[in-house]
């Protein structure tokens, strides 16, 4: 039977970019170690008022490497139930207050992955026990209320909940038809990356059209572009709504790193700096008749810098639009 001869505790960043707590826990027999264990304590951006206290980093980190090593040590790493209860009854608070709840939960998610791996299973094996179980149906949120709307839409989270669908590939693909881009948005402009997606679209409004951006949010100046109205606020995410294409675009360019590359390559060089509204016209001004607007690649050099649209008709030819600098 493992037993816990080590619970180490430290600081990390989490997905974004704010410190959080890390717990590890080692299990053996006597003083050899057999397997580890590591978690990472979860942080929202939104409480409720119900929830358990979390207690500053530093903090959380020391009672880990103190109060908690010192309660755990030697105890069985199979028994988690008991485990969560010795954690519980040295707290001794209601509200996790005294030890933090992030110290408390990333201390109980590292020992349930610490028995996993004494036992060589996966995670969720070990804590099925004997119990059949079934991949859990996705559930995936399409719309953010509460505090992330500033108090736009009183409902927290929308979420696409596919309960009828035979397989998990199954429910993903009918989620996949349930979105925030209605059927007759106009893309304008479109980026996926490993890590994040943008997009502008032109949406009919009444008797006016907007250009709405979909994408990552600047968390450094500026934030929020002057001439947009916020549409919605998710961590990591933001979407506004433009009246001009030309803002919109600008928006998109900024916030992608599109024009912030344009603008990187010719720090080097500073009289070419007045030819970027010359690269850039062929984004900001409006077409010419007949030509799409639906951007598919760009690229941006010290000589120039290029377009390439897609037709708006799939018997039409795609649109290329260059622009270099002379001499």
Known sequence: MARIIEVRGRRVWDSRGRPTVEAEVIVGRGTTPLASGRAIAPAGASTGSGEAKSVDVPRAVQNINTR??????????????ALDRRLIELDGTADKSRLGANAIVAVSL????????????????HLAGERRVALPVPQIQIFGGGAHARGRVDVQDYMVICIGAGSFAEALEWTAQVGILAPDDLVHAARLSPDSAAVVVERKEADARVFVYFGPRMDAPPADPYEATLLYDEPGVRSYVFAQRGHAMAHFLRATHGLG??????????????????????????????????????????????????????????AYCEVAIEG
């Open 110 to 125: 590292a020992c349930a992955h610490a028995a996993a791996a004494a036992a060589k299973m996966p995670l969720w094996r």
């Open 261 to 318: 590359a344009a603008l990187s390559l010719l720090s080097r060089r500073a009289p070419e700096l007045r030819h970027i509204r010359r690269w850039t016209q062929a984004l900001f001004a409006e077409p010419a008749v007949g030509r799409s607007t639906r951007l598919l690649a760009g690229w941006f050099a010290t000589s120039g810098a290029g377009f390439l649209f897609v037709p708006s008709e799939s018997d039409q030819p795609f």
């Open 68 to 81: 908690i090593r010192d309660a755990l040590r030697a105890l069985s790493v199979s028994d988690q139930a």
